[in-house]
């Protein structure tokens, strides 16, 4: 009886601890061949053997078949279900042999959305593929990627792409609110490119500073540190950059941000007494559902030496609630 009690016992704690085994399973992840997708308007619907790799079923031809005059538009759909909306690594696995004068090309649609240009190479024959990558934003449920030949070139055999499979790798979720540490973002011509342990509250994993290098000619380039925030809800957001500024007089601390691309915003930065003292410098911006590209930079017309530069500690973005209508009395 105490076995049986015993055995009961271990298959209820088992049970209990599947949801949690659940919830810490490997990123979202998968690939599926190109000869198993959705494809139409090919000049050869067959899948042809040259050297895929990913399986003994062959790779598909993206080059459209002849309508007319001109190309139909060709197109393989891969259909993509996730249950967690986020960014997502895509690779597309490709064979494109180079020929002089010409261009490889393919672009990837998610979602009936625009296009994206994928980085094709040409290679030294059919039977040598290459990955290409992009980041792309995926909705929770069903998402179709569609690969389509390039608007403006006929794609004829010397420009088409052979496609072994599209593959789809969870990178982070949608979060309407959140931070991202100015060291976990993307960072480039900057003066010193290692963290700077100068008081940062956020983190033990220290501080950036936006100093740009000195170029040859004795001028700053455009140092940059870039966020990529992922939101579910496209809207008015609050964008706050923690900061640190250390005061001097007659100079100017300042820099600037830029939103998917858009006219710069100028920080409101105040100088400190000292680097270990910060401060929250916060704007309202427009964000697009999906993936967004927050850029901070040293200013135009400024030469950003080391006392006009500024520590980033982190970014932070927050939606602003809609006003609610005044009701009539």
């Given at each position: 009886?105490?076995?049986?009690?015993?055995?009961?016992?271990?298959?209820?704690?088992?049970?209990?601890?599947?949801?949690?085994?659940?919830?810490?399973a490997a990123p979202e992840s998968g690939s599926i061949l190109?000869?198993?997708?959705?494809?139409?308007?090919?000049?050869?619907?067959?899948?042809?053997?040259?050297?895929?790799?990913?399986?003994?079923?062959?790779?598909?031809?993206?080059?459209?078949?002849?309508?007319?005059?001109?190309?139909?538009?060709?197109?393989?759909?891969?259909?993509?279900?996730?249950?967690?909306?986020?960014?997502?690594?895509?690779?597309?696995?490709y064979a494109a042999k180079a020929k002089d004068g010409q261009?490889?090309?393919?672009?990837?649609?998610?979602?009936?959305?625009?296009?994206?240009?994928?980085p094709i190479v040409g290679q030294a024959d059919w039977n040598?593929?290459?990955?290409?990558?992009?980041?792309?934003?995926?909705?929770?449920?069903?998402?179709?990627?569609?690969?389509?030949?390039?608007?403006?070139?006929?794609?004829?055999?010397?420009?088409?792409?052979?496609?072994?499979?599209?593959?789809?790798?969870?990178?982070?979720?949608?979060?309407?609110?959140?931070?991202?540490?100015?060291?976990?973002?993307?960072?480039?011509?900057?003066?010193?490119?290692?963290?700077?342990?100068?008081?940062?509250?956020?983190?033990?994993?220290?501080?950036?500073?936006?100093?740009?290098?000195?170029?040859?000619?004795?001028?700053?380039?455009?140092?940059?540190?870039?966020?990529?925030?992922?939101?579910?809800?496209?809207?008015?957001?609050?964008?706050?950059?923690?900061?640190?500024?250390?005061?001097?007089?007659?100079?100017?601390?300042?820099?600037?941000?830029?939103?998917?691309?858009?006219?710069?915003?100028?920080?409101?930065?105040?100088?400190?007494?000292?680097?270990?003292?910060?401060?929250?410098?916060?704007?309202?911006?427009?964000?697009?559902?999906?993936?967004?590209?927050?850029?901070?930079?040293?200013?135009?017309?400024?030469?950003?030496?080391?006392?006009?530069?500024?520590?980033?500690?982190?970014?932070?973005?927050?939606?602003?609630?809609?006003?609610?209508?005044?009701?009539?009395?």
């Amino acid at each position: 009886m105490k076995k049986l009690v015993s055995l009961l016992l271990s298959a209820i704690l088992l049970l209990s601890c599947l949801p949690v085994l659940a919830e810490e399973a490997a990123p979202e992840s998968g690939s599926i061949l190109a000869v198993e997708a959705a494809y139409m308007g090919l000049s050869n619907m067959s899948a042809q053997f040259k050297g895929g790799e990913s399986s003994d079923k062959g790779c598909l031809g993206l080059q459209p078949a002849a309508e007319g005059d001109g190309f139909a538009d060709g197109y393989i759909m891969f259909p993509v279900e996730v249950t967690t909306a986020g960014a997502y690594e895509i690779t597309v696995r490709y064979a494109a042999k180079a020929k002089d004068g010409q261009t490889r090309c393919a672009d990837l649609i998610v979602n009936d959305g625009e296009r994206i240009h994928l980085p094709i190479v040409g290679q030294a024959d059919w039977n040598v593929y290459a990955d290409a990558k992009v980041t792309v934003y995926l909705a929770a449920g069903m998402n179709t990627l569609t690969l389509k030949n390039v608007e403006g070139f006929d794609n004829s055999t010397w420009k088409a792409i052979n496609v072994d499979f599209l593959a789809w790798e969870f990178i982070a979720p949608a979060a309407d609110e959140g931070r991202i540490l100015a060291v976990d973002a993307e960072y480039a011509h900057l003066n010193d490119m290692n963290p700077q342990f100068k008081g940062g509250e956020s983190s033990d994993k220290g501080v950036l500073g936006l100093q740009p290098t000195t170029r040859a000619n004795g001028k700053f380039a455009e140092s940059r540190i870039l966020f990529t925030v992922v939101v579910s809800t496209a809207g008015t957001y609050e964008i706050t950059v923690r900061y640190a500024a250390k005061a001097k007089e007659g100079q100017i601390r300042c820099c600037d941000m830029i939103v998917n691309d858009g006219e710069r915003i100028h920080l409101p930065i105040v100088g400190q007494v000292d680097w270990d003292v910060y401060m929250p410098a916060t704007v309202t911006v427009e964000l697009q559902q999906g993936l967004n590209e927050i850029k901070l930079t040293n200013v135009e017309g400024y030469d950003n030496s080391t006392y006009k530069s500024i520590n980033v500690d982190y970014l932070a973005w927050k939606p602003v609630p809609a006003e609610e209508p005044v009701a009539a009395e």
